[in-house]
């Protein structure tokens, strides 16, 4: 029999073709002695000891299948180069992006100072009754909002569509220009002459040393003062001290963060009280959509090759 390792933090179970056996193994731990002969690794919230046993003991190990979107740790870890290692692209995009729209219009339609108001048992009475539906300064309404998505993958193209069914005016911007998913996409290179007609900065880009704090005091500074930023890639894109100043100092209208460097966000870090914004624990995955079908199609490449031998 081959084996795949399921790692006790999945949830799904996939259909294992014929000569196929699975072992559950702690995703926490190193691999046990028994399971030196699998051939596909599955790994979801692995820990560094997880993978560095994995790269090292299990030596007829073919395919490592990522359910997660970032695969950085995995390909830290020193696996052989022989080994297929697999991210989860795509498996995040539908809670991602459901998780977006929450902390953009929770920003837009001002509910972390209502929930304060309620706190306190007072009705905000500027929060609500008439209003302009564009008021100068002020970004109250995702009809006709200016946004670019920063980093147009998959939960990009997820997103655009709800973005603009609520009203937006959506672009993405990527390595290079084109179209995709029949939204306008903008190289890098141009983002900052867009970035004054931006009311919506959405950051999902990936970690690396190229976009380590992308969202610098350059970036922030070139967007109007009114205008909304949003991080759900990763922590180290942002520069949080700049953006924590822009807050205090009135330059942007707001910020919503599910990611930080470092995470957790360290108890007293500066950044907890900052003005007009949200931050959420690295909520808005987790749970990755449709896991069982891409183990399944592993499974599926791997059945027609010849079992592993050890190496």
């Given at each position: 029999?081959?084996?795949?390792?399921?790692?006790?933090?999945?949830?799904?179970?996939?259909?294992?073709?014929?000569?196929?056996?699975?072992?559950?193994?702690?995703?926490?731990?190193?691999?046990?002695?028994?399971?030196?002969?699998?051939?596909?690794?599955?790994?979801?919230?692995?820990?560094?000891?997880?993978?560095?046993?994995?790269?090292?003991?299990?030596?007829?190990?073919?395919?490592?299948?990522?359910?997660?979107?970032?695969?950085?740790?995995?390909?830290?870890?020193?696996?052989?180069?022989?080994?297929?290692?697999?991210?989860?692209?795509?498996?995040?995009?539908?809670?991602?992006?459901?998780?977006?729209?929450?902390?953009?219009?929770?920003?837009?339609?001002?509910?972390?100072?209502?929930?304060?108001?309620?706190?306190?048992?007072?009705?905000?009475?500027?929060?609500?009754?008439?209003?302009?539906?564009?008021?100068?300064?002020?970004?109250?309404?995702?009809?006709?909002?200016?946004?670019?998505?920063?980093?147009?993958?998959?939960?990009?193209?997820?997103?655009?569509?709800?973005?603009?069914?609520?009203?937006?005016?959506?672009?993405?911007?990527?390595?290079?220009?084109?179209?995709?998913?029949g939204f306008e996409v903008i190289a890098t290179e141009d983002v900052p002459s867009a970035l004054p007609d931006t009311d919506v900065l959405i950051?999902?880009?990936?970690?690396?040393?190229?976009?380590?704090?992308?969202?610098?005091?350059?970036?922030?500074?070139?967007?109007?003062?009114?205008?909304?930023?949003?991080?759900?890639?990763?922590?180290?894109?942002?520069?949080?001290?700049?953006?924590?100043?822009?807050?205090?100092?009135?330059?942007?209208?707001?910020?919503?963060?599910?990611?930080?460097?470092?995470?957790?966000?360290?108890?007293?870090?500066?950044?907890?009280?900052?003005?007009?914004?949200?931050?959420?624990?690295?909520?808005?995955?987790?749970?990755?959509?449709?896991?069982?079908?891409?183990?399944?199609?592993?499974?599926?490449?791997?059945?027609?090759?010849?079992?592993?031998?050890?190496?």
């Amino acid at each position: 029999m081959r084996k795949i390792l399921l790692p006790d933090t999945l949830t799904d179970t996939p259909a294992l073709p014929a000569g196929w056996e699975a072992a559950v193994i702690d995703a926490r731990a190193e691999i046990p002695a028994e399971h030196r002969d699998a051939e596909l690794l599955v790994v979801w919230g692995a820990s560094r000891a997880h993978l560095a046993s994995a790269a090292r003991d299990l030596p007829r190990l073919r395919l490592v299948q990522s359910l997660a979107a970032g695969i950085e740790g995995v390909l830290a870890a020193g696996f052989r180069d022989d080994v297929e290692i697999r991210s989860g692209a795509g498996l995040h995009s539908p809670t991602v992006a459901e998780h977006t729209i929450g902390l953009l219009l929770a920003l837009v339609r001002s509910l972390p100072e209502s929930l304060e108001a309620q706190r306190r048992g007072q009705w905000a009475s500027h929060l609500g009754g008439l209003r302009e539906l564009h008021p100068e300064g002020q970004l109250t309404t995702l009809l006709g909002a200016r946004v670019l998505i920063w980093g147009f993958g998959d939960i990009g193209r997820t997103l655009a569509p709800i973005l603009t069914a609520l009203g937006a005016q959506v672009r993405g911007a990527a390595h290079s220009a084109g179209e995709r998913g029949g939204f306008e996409v903008i190289a890098t290179e141009d983002v900052p002459s867009a970035l004054p007609d931006t009311d919506v900065l959405i950051d999902i880009l990936p970690a690396t040393e190229q976009t380590r704090h992308a969202v610098d005091a350059a970036v922030l500074a070139a967007l109007p003062d009114h205008a909304l930023v949003v991080n759900v890639g990763r922590g180290a894109t942002l520069d949080q001290d700049v953006l924590r100043a822009a807050l205090e100092a009135g330059t942007i209208g707001g910020a919503a963060l599910d990611v930080t460097d470092p995470e957790p966000l360290p108890e007293g870090d500066p950044l907890w009280s900052a003005p007009r914004l949200i931050i959420t624990p690295h909520a808005a995955g987790g749970r990755p959509v449709g896991a069982a079908a891409r183990i399944e199609e592993a499974l599926r490449d791997l059945d027609g090759t010849p079992p592993a031998t050890e190496a």
